[in-house]
C-alpha cells in the first residue's frame, strides 16, 4: 500500500513540476519552447524588440538560438486571446500564404502563453496602406493586387481542406507581408474548425467594419461570411481608408465605408488611394470583385477569386509577382531600376514647354518607362518620359504658366489677413478676430506658438480641442508665378504642417498636402482629426469625403492690388470694426452673422440654401460641412439631415425670412 501512496506522490510531484502538466495535448501538434529560451531570444522582453500589440498581449521581435528571427505574440489572457485555437489551427494548415507557426511557450509564474511565429519583416497591410498615404514608404497598386491574390490562396487553402476552418477575422492588420512582398494571413486566434459548410459559434467575433452582416445577425459563419471580409479588404486595398471610423461625436457609434460607397464604383474612382497608382483596368476589376463579395446574391467562393485574381494579376504586364516588388528594393521592370524613382516618390519633373523643373511625386510607373505624376499644385500628367524626372533638391528655377508650385521662389508676402468667422463654442461676436500679414514678411504663419495664448484661449476655449491646434499649424506663403502676360505676379500658398491637418474650403490637407494655391474668399478650417490610420475621422484624408468638423474658420482676405492702397486698407479695417451683432454685409444679399440661429427646422430650406449661391462662400462652405460636402447637392440625401446640426448657422433672421417667403 506504502508502495502505491508513494508512486502517487512521486506522480504528483513530477506533474506539478513537468513542463507537460497543461497544454500537454499540443505538444503533438507543435513544438513547445522554454521560457529561458524565450528570454534569451527577446532579451528578457526588452521594450526595443517589441513590434506592436494587438487586443490580447504583445508582439515581440526575437531571434533564437540558431539565429532564426521570429515573432512571439505574448497572450496574457490565453483562452480570451484564443491560443489553443491558434495552435490546433495553425499546426494543422502549412501553406504558402498563412504564417508558420514555430511552437509555443509557456509562462510559468503568471499563466501567459506565448505563440512564436516566423517573422514577417513587411509589415501589416493596415501599416502599408498608412504608410503609403503618409508617403513615407510605397505600397503600389500593383503589389495590393499581389497582396489580393496571396490572401485569397491562402483563404482558399483553409476553405478546401477537410475539416476547413474558418478564420473568423479577416482584415488588413492580420494579413503580413514577407521581406519580398508575399503576403500571409496571420492571426487565427478566433479561427475554428469545422466539418460542415456552415459553423454555428458559441460567441460572435470579428472586427467591426469587416465582419459579415448576417453572420453578426445569425452567429453562423460560412465561407460566405469569409468572402464578405475579403471584398471589404479589398475595398480598403482601393481607397486605402479602413472600412469603418468612431464617429467623433457619438462614442461607441461607427461610419462604414460599405454605407458611403452604395456599390457605387464612381465613389470609389472618387476615394481611390492616389498613392497606389491603379491602372484603370485593375481599378475597374478589383472594384467589380469587392463589390461581388460584399452582395450575398453573387458572392464568389474563394477559389474562384484566386482565378480571377491570379488573371487580373497576369493579365496586366506591369504587375510584378510581389516577390520581385519588395517595399525594401522596390526593384521595377523596364528602366524602372532606380530604388529612389518609385510610386510615391517625391520628384521634380522638367516642364515639356521648357527647362524649368517643377515639384510633385509619381503617382504610377508606366511599363513604357513612363510615368504619371500629380505636381504639387493638384495638376496630372501621364507619360512623363524617365529622363524629365530628378530628385529633388537640385537646383530651382521659376514657375511654368500651368504649374506654380514649390519650385518657385518665396516672395514677400502681400498684405493680406485671415478672418475668423467660426469659433465653436464661442457665440460673442468678436469671433471675427484676425491675423494680419506683418509687412515685408515672406510668410503668415498659425499655430499655437505663432499667436499669443490669449488668442488661441479665446478663439479656442475648449482645452481638448486646443491640442488639436500645433505649434506651426499652418502657413501662408507667396511666390512669383508667372501668368500668361509673361510678367511674374504674386501668388499664396497655403502649407499646412501639422499632422493634424487642416481643410481647405472642403478639402482636407495633411502634412504632406504640399503647397496649395490660395486666394481671397478662401476657408481654412481646424478640425478635429489626426491622419495616423485607425484613429476617428480617417475617412477625411481620402477624395474629400465626410469632411471633419471644423472648431475653427478662418477665411482669407486679400486686397485687390489693382484697388488703390487706401481703398484697400479702408476695406481691410471696415470688416474689422462691425459693431458687435450687426451683420457682415455680402452683396448677394444675405446677411451673415454669428448671433442669430437658423430658427425653423424645414430640411427643404436647408436643400435651399445649400443649392442656392445667396449666402456667402464662408456659410456656404460651412453649411456644406454640417451637410457633407458632396451630399449637399443630393436632395434625397440633403433631406434626410437632421436640422439639429444646422443650428448655429449664421443667417440672419430678416434674410431666412426673405428665403423662406420667396419658396
Ligand atoms: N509574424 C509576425 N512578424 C512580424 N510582425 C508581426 C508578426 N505577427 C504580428 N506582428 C506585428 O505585431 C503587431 C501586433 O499584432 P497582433 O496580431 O497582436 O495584433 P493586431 O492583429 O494588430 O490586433 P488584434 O490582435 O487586436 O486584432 C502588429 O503590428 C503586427 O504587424
Keep these: 500500500m506504502d508502495g502505491v501512496r508513494d508512486f502517487l506522490n512521486q506522480w504528483s510531484e513530477y506533474l506539478s513540476s513537468s513542463p507537460l502538466k497543461t497544454d500537454s495535448h499540443l505538444n503533438d501538434a507543435s513544438n513547445e519552447y522554454s521560457e529561458e529560451e524565450l528570454n534569451i531570444a527577446t532579451e528578457s522582453f526588452d521594450k526595443k524588440c517589441l513590434l506592436g500589440s494587438g487586443s490580447f498581449g504583445q508582439v515581440y521581435k526575437g531571434t533564437m538560438k540558431d539565429g532564426t528571427e521570429v515573432a512571439i505574440k505574448v497572450l496574457q489572457v490565453p483562452n480570451e486571446g484564443g491560443f489553443e485555437e491558434e495552435v490546433r489551427v495553425l499546426s494543422r494548415f502549412r501553406h504558402p500564404n498563412l504564417v508558420i507557426l514555430m511552437g509555443f511557450a509557456r509562462h510559468a509564474e503568471t499563466g501567459w502563453r506565448s505563440l512564436i511565429y516566423e517573422f514577417l519583416s513587411g509589415g501589416d497591410v493596415a501599416k502599408r496602406i498608412a504608410g503609403s498615404r503618409q508617403k513615407k514608404e510605397p505600397f503600389s497598386g500593383q503589389l495590393r493586387v499581389s497582396v489580393a491574390l496571396d490572401a485569397a490562396c491562402g483563404l482558399s487553402h483553409l476553405h478546401n481542406m477537410t475539416p476547413r476552418a474558418f478564420h473568423r477575422d479577416i482584415k488588413s492588420q492580420n494579413i503580413l507581408l514577407d521581406k519580398y512582398g508575399t503576403a500571409k494571413m496571420a492571426d487565427f486566434g478566433l479561427a475554428c474548425l469545422s466539418s460542415a459548410p456552415h459553423h454555428k459559434v458559441r460567441r460572435v467575433g470579428g472586427t467591426v467594419g469587416y465582419a459579415c452582416p448576417e453572420y453578426l445577425r445569425t452567429g453562423v459563419i460560412s465561407e460566405g461570411s469569409e468572402v464578405y471580409s475579403f471584398g471589404i479588404l479589398l475595398l480598403e486595398l482601393l481607397t486605402g481608408v479602413p472600412p469603418a471610423v468612431c464617429c467623433a461625436d457619438r462614442p461607441g457609434e461607427y461610419k462604414f465605408l460599405v454605407d458611403f460607397l452604395q456599390g457605387s464604383q464612381e465613389k470609389v474612382q472618387q476615394m481611390l488611394d492616389p498613392t497606389a497608382g491603379f491602372s484603370t483596368k485593375v481599378f475597374e476589376v478589383l472594384c467589380s470583385i469587392a463589390f461581388r463579395c460584399i452582395n450575398s446574391r453573387c458572392r464568389p467562393l474563394f477559389k474562384q477569386l484566386v482565378e480571377e485574381l491570379r488573371h487580373l494579376h497576369s ?5 510584378p509577382r510581389a516577390a520581385e516588388t519588395s517595399a525594401a528594393s522596390q526593384a521595377s521592370v523596364g528602366q524602372w531600376s532606380s530604388s529612389a524613382l518609385c510610386v510615391g516618390a517625391a520628384v521634380e519633373v522638367r516642364w515639356r514647354g521648357g527647362n524649368q523643373w517643377y515639384q510633385g511625386w509619381i503617382l504610377r510607373q508606366n511599363p513604357d518607362s513612363t510615368a504619371a505624376v500629380k505636381y504639387n499644385d493638384g495638376q496630372l500628367e501621364d507619360h512623363v518620359p524617365l529622363s524629365f524626372l530628378r530628385l529633388p533638391g537640385s537646383q530651382v528655377s521659376p514657375s511654368p504658366p500651368s504649374h506654380p508650385t514649390a519650385a518657385s521662389s518665396v516672395a514677400e508676402l502681400p498684405q493680406c489677413q485671415l478672418k475668423c468667422v467660426y469659433a465653436e463654442g464661442v457665440t460673442d461676436t468678436r469671433t471675427r478676430y484676425l491675423i494680419k500679414s506683418a509687412p515685408g514678411s515672406s510668410e503668415l504663419l498659425v499655430g499655437r506658438t505663432a499667436q499669443l495664448p490669449s488668442f488661441w484661449d ?4 475648449e482645452k481638448e480641442l486646443q491640442s488639436r491646434v500645433s505649434r506651426k499649424h499652418f502657413k501662408i506663403l507667396c511666390r512669383q508665378h508667372q501668368l500668361a502676360d509673361g510678367q511674374n505676379h504674386p501668388v499664396l500658398f497655403l502649407q499646412c ?17 504640399g503647397e496649395k494655391q490660395i486666394q481671397d474668399g478662401d476657408t481654412i478650417a481646424l478640425a478635429s482629426c489626426r491622419l495616423d490610420a485607425g484613429t476617428e475621422e480617417t475617412f477625411s484624408s481620402a477624395a474629400g469625403w465626410a469632411v471633419p468638423k471644423p472648431f475653427l474658420v478662418f477665411e482669407l482676405e486679400v486686397p485687390d492690388p489693382k484697388r488703390k492702397h487706401s481703398e484697400n486698407q479702408q476695406a481691410l479695417l ?32 436647408v436643400l435651399q440654401v445649400a443649392r442656392s449661391q445667396v449666402i456667402s462662400p464662408a456659410a456656404r462652405c460651412l453649411f456644406l460641412w454640417r451637410c457633407q460636402p458632396r451630399a449637399a447637392c443630393d436632395a434625397s440625401r440633403a433631406l434626410a439631415f437632421n436640422f439639429a446640426i444646422f443650428t448655429d448657422i449664421f443667417i440672419s433672421h430678416q434674410h431666412t425670412a426673405n428665403i423662406r417667403s420667396n419658396r
Design 458 to 461: 479665446f478663439l479656442v476655449p
Design 497 to 513: 504642417l501639422s499632422p493634424n491637418g487642416l481643410v481647405l474650403n472642403d478639402e482636407f490637407l495633411g502634412p504632406d498636402a
Design 315 to 319: 493579365d496586366a504586364p506591369d504587375v
Design 574 to 605: 471696415s470688416s474689422r470694426q462691425q459693431p458687435h451683432g450687426e451683420p457682415v454685409q455680402r452683396s448677394t444679399g444675405v446677411e451673415v452673422f454669428n448671433s442669430a440661429y437658423l430658427p425653423w427646422d424645414s430640411a427643404s430650406f
